[in-house]
């Protein structure tokens, strides 16, 4: 069973090789992109299954001791969110191969490739042990997020990508400066050991780690006041690019800020963190609120609900943390089936404007219902997934006695509802004649294909499962809680005896 671990960092890279080298044999490229996937997918779906039923999996590369070697860890956290993570890659994947033929299509030369680098990168960062091999991952993800961001070459692209790359380079040196901080602190940088040396530190040492990686995983979070660079940049990139990244990238922030934080027992920080989460989530809605265009709403909307993660976070109980990652769980496919959805708006009104698109559920009524479902969980609606992980955290926070992040989390689940209410209005709702002065970019092709309905329904089955298997899912989030905050049981079996070999099963 290890050896499924090295595989889900190992797959996606050689599939990055080789396809990079069969670049221009298009049928060839686009198998071994999509096997790639799919076969991680496979595994990450597998360790999930195998970690529930049996324990975490535990691998050290090349056999080198945990304390001085890179070793991989696929505990129910890093499980639960590595399945759900690869799956919807792959789904976009298949949609950004039936957007090809439209104007707004990505380079498929540039985004199978690139797609399996970052994908490299996304399960390292989940699935890596140490701090210095999540920067190295970190900045697979960079280097891979910058060419999908601005592969397209144009203006408004390259201008936002570079505050991407400047802003996110930033947090990278913050990042290399904070690993020789924790070594030259602990003498190590290896989480276990971090877990057991880091709370033995005098209280203004543990500050300050505690807060210069919450800078650090903050900046790649989007959470307040570090979210100016998401907003800009995620917009101006293909459909299929932005879909990636609003469900992915961020919530990797959030997962490595959850793993780090709790383990090294940061619990005196819960209070600064509940402040930031309440301001995350009124600034990031009341910004999607002031906005007239649809994927820029759902941009400011990233930002919004990352607030609610961090909330589980400053929480620092077992019913908090395990709200936060039912939250980032149920995330991930959520944010990232709206965002297709815009895809599909702007393939078939050749626009995402609010101003210019009205009128499209008479001519594309299962394009409304695509967004509706998740539109509605998005705003925590019953009995969607939102739901469940709203009321997880709500719960939380009232029996926390946390009263002003409650009413917080309220007010902004209610400005959700109100923005989705905008769009819908927007976009879907009147006749398409509203604004008759206004003209309509010429559309390309006949408007969506059916690999990218196919594609978008998958991603909306995808959330829908989640809502109709919130009670296990529930209850593996407890337990990854529980692990996570009990940092005994994250030692013992990364550095005990457990620890298995590669190659062992």
Known sequence: MSALVSLCVVVPLLGAMITLGLRTVGRLRDVITLGSLAATSVMAIVLL??????DTV????GEWAPQLGIVLVADMFAVLVLGVAVLTITIVELFAMGQRRSASGADPTIVGPMLLVLTAGVTLSILTGDLFTLFVAFELMLVASYVLLTHQGRAGQVRSGMTYVVINLFASTLFLFGVAFVYAATGTVNMAELAERIP????????GIGLWFLVVFGTKAAMFPLFSWLPDSYPTAPTTITAVFAGLLTKVGVYVMIRFHVLTEMDQ???????I???TMLVGVAGALAQDDMKRILSFHIVSQIGYMLMGLGLFSVAGVAGAIIFIV????????LFLVGGLVETERGTSSLERAGGLIAKRPWIAA???????????LPPFSGFVAKLALLDAGVADGSTIIVVAALVASALTSLSMVKIWLGVFWGSGDDHPEVALPERVGSGPGRLMFAATGAALALTLTIAVVAGPLWSMSERAATELLDGDVYVDTVLGDTVLEAGDS
Do not use: D, Y
Not at 49 to 54: G, K, L
Not at 370 to 380: H, I, N, R
């Open 49 to 54: 299954v195998h970690v529930e039923a049996n």
């Open 58 to 61: 535990v691998v050290r590369v």
């Open 200 to 207: 033995e530190l005098s209280n203004g040492v543990r500050w």
């Open 269 to 275: 920080l819960g209070p600064v963190i509940l402040v």
């Open 277 to 279: 989460a309440g301001f």
């Open 330 to 337: 149920h995330q991930i496919p959520v944010k990232t089936v």
């Open 370 to 380: 695509l967004f509706a479902l998740p539109a509605l969980s998005l705003a925590g």
